[in-house]
């Protein structure tokens, strides 16, 4: 069968589809400095349905900051059917863009493997009474 690989998200209007298109660049021996304020940059991005960053609740799944200031997140969402799915990682790619040191900022929006609550941090499971 032709879509064995999709799920009930593959078919409803309006669903995010991953994008394809964003290239993860080869690591290299990195930027520490820059990583750790891409990371803070992240931070700042929240899911407005729930009060804890991106980064804590565990969207973030892959990171790659190269010396030369090109930044790769790979990320997801809680849900295909979020709100702001669409928007969410315009928001990335401009948060991580706005920090100095980084010339290309590259966001690919993943949903594999699906998000689950055990990808968050101790500290957003005590923030949302889930401890």
Do not use: H
């Not at 991953?18 to 021996?29: F, I, L, M, N, Q």
């Not at 931070?43 to 030369?68: A, F, H, M, N, S």
Request: a negative charge; proline letters at 9%; hydrophobic letters at 40%.
């Amino acid at each position: 069968m032709p879509d064995d690989d999709k799920d009930l998200f593959d078919f409803m209007p309006g669903a995010p589809t991953e994008s394809d298109d964003v290239e993860r660049p080869e690591a290299d021996e990195g930027n520490p400095a820059l990583q750790e304020r891409v990371l803070e940059a992240l931070k700042t991005v929240r899911d407005p349905e729930i009060p804890v960053d991106i980064v804590e609740l565990g969207l973030i799944y892959d990171l790659v900051v190269r010396q030369d200031g090109v930044v790769y997140v790979e990320m997801t969402l809680t849900t295909p059917a979020c709100p702001v799915a669409g928007a969410m990682p315009g928001e990335v790619q401009q948060a991580v863009a706005s920090v100095e040191g980084v010339t290309n900022a590259r966001v690919k929006l993943v949903w594999s493997p699906p998000w689950t609550q055990d990808r968050m941090t101790e500290e957003a499971r005590l923030e949302l009474g889930l401890l």
